[in-house]
């Protein structure tokens, strides 16, 4: 267990900006909604919920401290540290598109915003998942802290990953990121495009 604890979210007072901050990130979440295909727009929506946490509620020591605690060292090639089931290929195709998303059918490669991604958990593991199914991805990961950028920076370089799979990384907020980082919107030919609700109650049409 970590020695660095964080405070209660309690003790963080919330500032008259609020209101201000939230309705900017509606409406930056409803421009990156218009850029991606539906697949993707739903794990966006998966992945959103921290990055809203810390857009709101962003105290000193989010900025500061890298978080969760992970060791680099611990990475072997191939086999992530943390295991995050839902960000592999076959667990995005089956809870954000009923088991019927063809990645190749996209005709580029898949791209997924991981906001808030912290120390890398989620951003390691769709890197190398993403690699080891042969499935060409680009992972834009971004957070406010510096420190846990280094450290995801340094987590996903362990595994000596080759071009198909490209991870950049961005400091600050998601709202910092540009619809031309996430490429032109083509959704995939085919695929329905009906109301799906992910884990944790997610939904996007």
């Known amino acids: ?7 209660p979210l309690a003790a963080t007072p919330m500032t008259t900006t609020t209101t201000t901050t939230a309705a900017t990130t ?28 810390r857009a709101l509620e962003a105290p ?3 900025k500061d401290l890298p978080y969760p605690p992970r060791d680099p060292a ?15 290929p076959a667990a995005i195709s089956h809870y954000l598109h009923a088991g019927n998303l063809d990645f190749s059918a996209l005709g580029r490669p898949f791209r997924v915003l991981v906001a808030g991604g912290g120390t ?3 951003t390691v593991m769709l890197a190398v998942s993403f690699h080891m199914a042969q499935i060409p991805a680009e992972i834009v990961h971004v957070d406010l802290s510096a420190a846990s950028i280094a450290v995801a920076r340094r987590r996903v370089e362990a595994h000596n990953l080759s ?16 619809p031309g980082q996430l490429g032109r919107r083509r959704a995939p030919p085919g695929l329905p495009r ?12």
């Open 60 to 62: 000193a020591w989010v």
């Open 194 to 205: 009906g109301r799906s609700q992910g884990p944790g109650g997610a939904a996007a049409a």
């Open 26 to 53: 509606a409406a930056t979440a409803a421009s990156l909604a218009r850029l991606l295909a539906p697949c993707e727009l739903r794990l966006l929506l998966l992945l959103l919920l921290p990055c809203l946490v």
């Open 1 to 7: 267990q970590s020695s660095t604890q964080r405070p």
């Open 163 to 178: 071009g198909d799979v490209k991870v950049t990384f961005h400091h600050g907020s998601f709202l910092d990121v540009r």
């Open 120 to 122: 890398g958990d989620a």
């Open 74 to 88: 611990d990475e072997v090639p191939g086999q992530p540290f943390a295991v995050d089931a839902p960000s592999t």
